[in-house]
């Protein structure tokens, strides 16, 4: 695809069939308290998983 093609591309549009994000779940991707407490959660989930391998 030439790169004029690739500037008429739509996100989200008929032509796909993806979900869209709704408006809290783009909150949240936006948000940075909660993703600073996913942070933290998935940090804890990765040592109680090393944690058990050793």
Known sequence: MSK?????IKAYGNNFTTMTPGPFARWMRTCLIWQFLRFIAINIKMIVVVGKSH
């Open 4 to 8: 004029y093609g690739e500037k008429n």
